[in-house]
């Protein structure tokens, strides 16, 4: 069975930065389109990021563009999502998600695989 292994949440002040890591193991993830979505209290999990295996390819929800970056170390396989300017809008449970098909898809649906989340709260 494939896992994906999360880290990185935590508590930051409004404007900070945090790093989220995602390590794919137990089995064969290459080619999988990966990404990251967020759940807020009481909302629908929605995607935030995603990434072809290859690197070559990132998409991103508008209300992160130009503060997060998603991105792959190609040297261990493992994912990251960089994230600046932090606000309380930011404030959620992220999960890494891999989907078998190559192309990043925006529906949760889509993915076959999920990490356990990781916490990200932004004090005002």
């Known amino acids: 069975q494939g896992q994906l292994i999360e880290s990185g949440g935590g508590l930051v002040q409004a404007g900070g930065s945090l790093r989220l890591s995602c390590v794919p193991s137990g089995r064969i993830f290459s080619g999988y389109a990966m990404a990251w979505f967020r759940q807020a209290p009481g909302k629908d999990r929605e995607f935030v990021a995603g990434i072809t295996w290859s690197g070559s390819g990132t998409y991103y929800t508008d209300a992160v563009k130009g503060r997060f970056t998603i991105s792959k170390d190609n040297a261990n396989d493992t994912f990251y999502l960089h994230m600046n300017g932090l606000t309380s809008e930011d404030t959620a449970v992220y999960y890494c998600?891999?989907?078998?098909?190559?192309?990043?898809?925006?529906?949760?649906?889509?993915?076959?695989?999920w990490g356990q989340g990781t916490q990200v709260t932004v004090s005002a």
């Open positions: 998600a891999a989907n078998h098909d190559r192309h990043v898809a925006t529906a949760s649906i889509a993915y076959d695989y």
